[in-house]
């Protein structure tokens, strides 16, 4: 495959030095996009997009000709790896993902096993393989999945969930059981992950995001100590070239330290940590990517400017940033604005890398 023309997101993972801030924003290929919403149309629904390797490799590529980003990342769903198992997944109109077949009972919980990743989501390494061809090594791409725990949050409650009261109830009453689904879970990822740098991904992601509902101390058992052996498992180098992780916590400020000492490469802020103070607590340790208030989108083209600038200042010289919103970007955003976003960054950022 060709040699990347656009390294900087890679390096910077790496805290390697780069000329500017890498940036790229999660949830770039989405409903924003006008374009994006024709491919969909064409496509018959969200899993006939995410299943179809050519429609997914289409929406992936869509933001780059729009933006000047410095990666790509795989267009999929977290939750196909569920779906791999035989839950059921679909999309209900207005209600987000649903399962058929949550995991309700002893007997279903004890039958989940790891799928067969070669067969199961052909679909998803074909994409991946598609994508690295089409990009020509323009700028990387990123793989990417769900965490064990966000996985079983919606294997166990059937869907999203405003108080998680099924799962923390198994949480607490039936420990044994969760944790039989999260070791199901994490083996299934670190396959699945491993697959990708196998068809082509030059970094992984992987999306915690209902970690920071946890207390602390469930946090560390049902979703850090997780998070740490899928880490463990990944494929560190492909072809000779380092592949970079990113673990992203959702909510999970509190626990920065406890994050970084995982072995992941670089950590994801969401929008209520401060980027200086972060970076002072873990810096040394990882690279850190974030943390606009995806909301500041909605502001005019100067407003977001400023508020770039700040992040910018706030982590401040050197290396070891890639710049990027605290969560997915709306669906409601304006296309322009994200222009000025990564305008501001590539412009303000190069003060901060002389």
Known sequence: ??????????????????????????????RYLPEYNATRKRAGSFLGLAKNPGYA???????????????????????????????????????GPKFERPLRDEAAIKKLAVPDIGSTLRYVTDTVSQIRGALHGKVPLIGFSGSPYTLACYMVEGGGSADFRRIKSMLYDRPDLLHHILDINARSVIAYLNAQIEAGAQAVMIFDTWGG?????????????????????????HDGVRVP????????G??????????????????????????????????????LDPMTLFAQPESIRAQVGKVLASYGNGPGHVFNLGHGVSQFTNPDHVGALVEAVHDLSRAYHA
Do not use: H
């Open 213 to 237: 509902s946890l207390s602390a101390a469930a946090y560390r058992e049902f979703s850090l100590a997780y998070l740490q052996r899928i880490v463990a498992g990944l494929t560190r180098d």
């Open 57 to 95: 490799t289409e929406v992936t590529l869509q933001p780059l000709a729009r933006f000047a980003l410095d990666a790509a990342i795989l267009f999929s769903d977290i939750l196909t790896v569920p779906d791999a198992m035989g839950l059921g997944l679909y999309f209900a109109e207005g209600e």
């Open 254 to 291: 509190l626990w920065l330290e406890d994050i970084a000492a995982i072995g992941c490469d670089a950590v994801g802020l969401d929008w209520t940590c401060d980027i200086g103070a972060a970076r002072a607590r873990v810096g040394a340790k990882v690279a850190l990517q974030g943390n």
């Open 245 to 252: 992780s990113i673990v992203f916590t959702k909510g999970g």
């Open 1 to 30: 495959m060709a040699a990347l023309i656009n390294d900087t997101f890679i390096r910077a993972l790496l805290r390697q030095p780069t000329p500017y801030t890498p940036v790229w924003i999660m949830r770039q290929a989405g």
